[in-house]
């Protein structure tokens, strides 16, 4: 069955608790992105954890293999659950990444490739110079690299993980942002679904965030989610 993972997109320590809390039982899973490992570091996740809940640190890394392997080995001794890199990292990169996750076990963080980020369309991909290939393209073929070279899984837009979730072994784990309810606002992503949508394509999780962080009521929001998730 598929999780929900919030998004703590907060500017602070104390935020991100208060959300948490406020959330309650409801949430078991959360997400922290750059803003808010930048401003607090790694006690911002050991708060989260310390209230019981799984964490998806999202840095996106993107470095040479042996300073990603580190970060990746830190994440694990702050009890990370899910880490990001860029899948353009290139294949020793990745590995080492895997290599680092593997050495804490079946419970060690699990490794998510970054294709083409939600937020980009085919006319931003040809800004940076990737010609002829859609974005669904795009993901598809570094999808493909980043799962045989050792990634668990990928974060991908909804409406690439059915496509993804037919090609790839089974097992992989398929992140999807750019989740929003029914009548909700898209913001600035580009590439959206619904809740059922996404997790009738395969999604194994859903990252959600302004939909209940800004919602009057988030413990409302997140059942809601979850209801339309089958949850």
């Known amino acids: 069955m598929a999780e929900l993972i919030?998004?703590?997109?907060?500017?602070?320590?104390?935020e991100a608790v208060a959300k948490v809390k406020a959330i309650g039982d409801g949430v078991g899973f959360y997400k922290i992105g750059m803003e808010l490992f930048t401003a607090e570091g790694p006690d911002v996740v050991k708060a989260v954890k310390d209230l019981g809940?799984?964490?998806?640190?999202?840095?996106?890394?993107?470095?040479?293999?042996?300073?990603?392997?580190?970060?990746i080995r830190?994440?694990?001794?702050?009890?990370?659950?899910?880490?990001t890199i860029?899948?353009?990292?290139?294949?020793?990169?990745?590995?080492?990444?895997?290599t680092a996750a593997d050495e804490f076990g079946p419970n060690g963080p699990k490794i998510l490739a970054v294709?083409?980020?939600?937020?980009?369309?085919?006319a931003d991909l040809a800004d940076v110079g990737i010609v002829?290939?859609?974005?669904?393209e795009q993901v598809m073929a570094m999808a493909k690299f980043a799962t045989e070279n050792g990634a668990h899984g990928l974060v991908c837009s909804p409406k690439e993980v059915g496509a993804l979730s037919k090609a790839l072994k089974a097992g992989t784990l398929f992140i999807t942002p750019g989740v929003r309810p029914a009548g909700a606002a898209v913001g600035d992503q580009k590439r959206v679904a619904t809740p059922a949508d996404a997790v009738r394509d395969g999604a194994t999780h859903l990252v959600v965030g302004r939909p209940i962080l800004a919602a009057e009521d988030p413990v409302a929001a997140a059942r809601q989610i979850l209801a339309q998730m089958g949850s």
């Open 115 to 122: 294709t083409v980020l939600t937020s980009l369309d085919q």
């Open 53 to 71: 809940k799984k964490v998806f640190l999202d840095l996106k890394f993107h470095d040479i293999p042996r300073t990603v392997e580190r970060a």
């Open 86 to 98: 860029h899948s353009v990292g290139a294949k020793a990169m990745i590995q080492a990444a895997r």
């Open 6 to 14: 919030v998004a703590l997109d907060v500017q602070t320590r104390e």
């Open 74 to 83: 830190s994440g694990g001794k702050l009890g990370v659950d899910l880490m």
């Open 132 to 136: 002829g290939r859609t974005p669904a």
